[in-house]
């Protein structure tokens, strides 16, 4: 059986990106992964956005809560193999000592729950994050992680966050 890596996507309030993005990898990593998300600042619920369009797209929410990245940086909690920032002030913040020296990258994406307008305006944010997102995820889901060096890693999971990976 091959190694199942850890994923934490992190943002800031744990509501959109980072629920969209778990949710993502645990559909499309294939049994390769176990995502997990979690914010600096949680709001303390999932915006009814992302839990709608995950479940208009088939995705099971059950998984779904707005959590802090305290819960997986203290004894016990499963080690990362990596961690990502999907919002630019996750990426900004101080994060807590991971365990195990997880590789990081940015893939910053503009937050839906910002998104002002009609219904089908906030909508359409949400469902833009959820396709740059699922690109991004997408892209590092298929990597030979296996047969990457470290540095060659590295750089492959910032040039996702740039939108400069080669498919």
């Known amino acids: ?15 959109a990106r980072s629920i969209l993005a778990e949710s993502i ?6 049994g390769r992964f176990r995502a997990f998300s979690a914010g600096s600042q949680p709001k303390g619920e999932v915006h009814p ?12 929410t059950a998984f779904a809560r707005s959590k802090s990245w305290d ?4 004894p016990g909690a499963p080690k990362m193999d990596f961690v990502f920032t ?8 101080a994060c807590p000592v991971w ?36 690109n991004r995820i997408s892209i590092f889901a298929n990597l030979p992680l296996g047969t990457l060096d470290q540095m060659s890693l590295q750089q492959k999971l910032k040039d996702i966050g740039t939108g400069t990976a080669a498919d």
């Open 1 to 15: 059986m091959s190694h199942v890596y850890n994923v934490l996507f992190l943002c800031t309030g744990n509501s």
């Open 25 to 30: 990898l645990t559909q499309e990593g294939k």
């Open 49 to 60: 956005m992302s839990l709608q369009l995950l479940q208009k797209l088939g995705h099971d």
């Open 71 to 74: 819960e997986f940086a203290v």
């Open 86 to 93: 999907v919002c630019d002030s996750a990426a900004a913040e």
């Open 99 to 134: 365990p195990g020296q997880p590789m990081t990258a940015h893939w910053g994406v503009a937050d839906p729950a910002a998104a002002t307008g009609s219904e089908a305006d906030r909508m359409l944010a949400f469902a833009e994050a959820f396709r740059m997102l699922r």
